[in-house]
Structures are given as structure tokens and as C-alpha cells.
């Protein structure tokens, strides 16, 4: 079983940064894939970044290749979501989550945090 807690949400001017934490407690952190999904009001929820065990290999959307980067630290079973040139559009409830297999379905993870608010203001 894993918990995770999200941090680091907030409201932003378009062109500002924020970085986002997801804290893991339970055992076995290093073995999951992480991810960062969003939902925003309306909308269905998508995907945002991933990374693997080890952090060597990473996959963003497209909206957002190029302004955020996902890294993790298994010492302190946290991952993070860098997020740079933040637009309007970026604004949404970001979810961490954790699971066995690569991919970009929310289905492929079984562990999720509670969500935090991300709000870019223009």
C-alpha cells in the first residue's frame, strides 16, 4: 500500500513557476512509476508527465513538453513537477500517482494522492 501527498499548489501570474511535491509513505517507493495527471473544471483528467524507477527515463504531454520536468528522490520517496512559463490553460487540480507499468492511462495506476489546485491567473 502507498499514500501520497501532493504540495506545492497555488495561484500564479501566466509566465510564472511552481513546483510541485508528492510525498510517499509505505513501503517500496523506488519500484512504482510515478506520474502527474490534471483535471481541470469540465474536462477529463489527463496526463501530465511520468518517470521511471530510477528516473532515468521520462514522458511528457505535448502541452506541456519543454515547461515542466518531473524528477523523483527515492531517499525521500518524493517526486516533483517542476512547472515553468505556467499559461491559463495549465490551470487545474494536479494528481500524483503511483503503479507498476509504463504508460499514459490513468488506468495503469493504482495509487493516487488527493490532488492539489494549481490556478494560473493572466
Do not use: H
Amino acid at each position: 500500500q502507498v499514500q501520497l501527498v501532493e504540495s506545492g499548489g497555488g495561484l500564479v501570474q501566466a509566465g510564472g513557476s511552481l513546483r510541485l511535491s508528492c510525498k510517499a509513505s509505505g513501503r517500496s517507493f523506488s519500484r512504482y512509476i510515478m506520474a502527474w495527471f490534471r483535471q481541470a473544471p469540465g474536462k477529463e483528467r489527463e496526463f501530465v508527465a511520468s518517470i521511471n524507477w530510477m528516473g532515468q527515463v521520462t514522458d511528457y504531454a505535448d502541452s506541456v513538453n519543454g515547461r515542466f520536468t518531473i524528477s523523483r528522490d527515492n531517499a525521500k520517496n518524493t517526486v516533483y513537477l517542476q512547472m515553468n512559463s505556467l499559461k491559463p490553460e495549465d490551470t487545474a487540480v494536479y494528481y500524483c500517482a503511483a503503479g507498476p507499468q509504463w504508460g499514459k492511462s490513468e488506468y495503469l495506476y493504482d495509487y493516487w494522492g488527493q490532488g492539489t489546485q494549481v490556478t494560473v491567473s493572466s
